[in-house]
């Protein structure tokens, strides 16, 4: 049974900002210009702090075993940790991607490998003194059963579906679609081609400029604020270090301070 939520039930507009972090087999351009993805969020979290704004960073569970230094660093802010698969998938080839896709209609693969990865990433969190209540599957690659799996391991929370849809309620899985849109799939990937604007586009379908987007940003959020809705934003981090060291980042944190800012998993309905 689905349950949908009306927005803004708050009595004002909440902001929820979301980045995703990515271990360092995750590869391509970003990574390559600017090293850590945990390291960069590090510096992300700072510019939400001067800003008063809170977040929820979706971060890979090996990041946890592996950085724990720089995720003692991540936790001296006031940011929620939630689950992104334990290292995207061991490293997913297009090949793979293509086979999980054709069988099992979803990217995150087969029923047992969906729950042999959620249960290590929980135990990677458990590992840190961190209880997992929070998730997006890498790639939003999810499916019926990756909720049912959550559900069983204490996720209230999941963030991995895109476009203009209310928050709602599904087998005791608290669904906050992202109604923003994201700054990874418009103004890093693609090419420039006016017949593919549209800003929900994958990054196989075409690109903004960083400009552009964020004017899209702030229409929207302003235009959410008018119909009384709650603004829903994944800002990845390695992509605001790569672009230009988190210049744009600091114009985005100072136009969303002047709202109210939450975590994913304070969500209440």
Request: charged fraction near 30%; aromatic fraction near 12%.
């Amino acid at each position: 049974m689905q349950k949908v939520f009306i927005y803004n039930i708050h009595g004002f507009e909440m902001i929820f900002i979301t980045g995703d972090v990515h271990s360092k087999n995750m590869g391509g351009w970003e990574q390559e210009k600017m090293g850590s993805e945990v390291k960069a969020s590090i510096k992300y979290l700072d510019i939400l702090k001067k800003n008063k704004l809170k977040s929820t960073l979706f971060i890979n569970g090996i990041c946890l075993d592996q950085e724990k230094q720089d995720i003692d660093e991540l936790l001296k802010y006031d940011a929620e940790l939630g689950g992104h698969t334990y290292n995207n998938f061991d490293g997913l080839d297009i090949f793979r991607g293509f086979i999980y896709r054709k069988i099992w209609k979803c990217i995150y693969g087969p029923k047992y490998y969906q729950k042999k990865d959620i249960k290590k990433t929980k135990q990677a969190f458990n590992r840190v003194g961190l209880k997992m209540t929070s998730w997006r599957t890498h790639a939003f690659g999810s499916n019926d059963y990756t909720f049912e799996v959550l559900k069983q391991s204490g996720v209230t929370h999941v963030s991995d579906l895109l476009g203009e849809q209310i928050p709602f309620e599904k087998n005791g899985i608290i669904h906050m679609p992202l109604n923003i849109p994201v700054d990874q799939n418009t103004i890093a990937y693609g090419f420039f081609a006016p017949e593919n604007r549209d800003s929900f586009a994958s990054c196989t379908k075409g690109r903004i400029s960083p400009e552009e987007w964020f004017d899209i940003l702030k229409k929207r959020v302003e235009k959410n604020e008018k119909e009384k809705k709650d603004s829903i934003i994944l800002i990845h981090p390695a992509t605001m270090a790569a672009l230009d060291n988190f210049a744009l980042f600091e114009k985005v944190a100072k136009f969303l301070s002047k709202y109210k800012s939450e975590k994913i998993s304070n969500f209440n309905p």
